[in-house]
């Protein structure tokens, strides 16, 4: 079993930079594959990043690619998500969980989500 909270979130000028953090708890993180997805109003949720420890492989979506980055810190059992030059199309929910790929099908466990808002 495996706890998931997300920070960080807020009220950003487009352009601007966060970052996200998911504390993890229960054991077993480091097994976890991670993932971020998004929800806007209105709209289904959407796949922005994962991150495969084991295999040091990383994906993003095209939307985010080259402007977000997603990493993990074990010892602290946090996974980040850093979003730079952020545009008003950013603003969503932002939720963490845990697994692979950009279907939300293959994930077990989600965190409550946080909100982003990027003004114009």
């Known amino acids: 079993q495996v706890q998931l909270v997300e920070s960080g979130g807020g009220l950003v000028q487009a352009g601007g930079s966060l970052r996200l953090s998911c504390a993890a708890s229960g054991r077993t993180f480091s097994r976890y594959a991670m993932g971020w997805f998004r929800q806007a109003p209105g709209k289904e949720r959407e796949f922005v990043a994962t991150?495969?420890?084991?295999?040091?492989?990383?994906y993003y979506a095209d939307s985010v690619k080259g402007r977000f980055t997603i990493s993990r810190d074990n010892a602290k059992n946090t996974v980040y998500l850093q979003m730079n030059s952020l545009k008003p199309e950013d603003t969503a929910v932002y939720y963490c969980?845990?697994?692979?790929?950009?279907?939300?099908?293959?994930?077990?466990?989600w965190g409550q989500g946080t909100q982003v808002t990027v003004s114009s």
């Open positions: 969980a845990a697994g692979w790929g950009p279907d939300p099908g293959r994930y077990d466990y």
């Open positions: 991150f495969n420890w084991s295999a040091g492989n990383t």
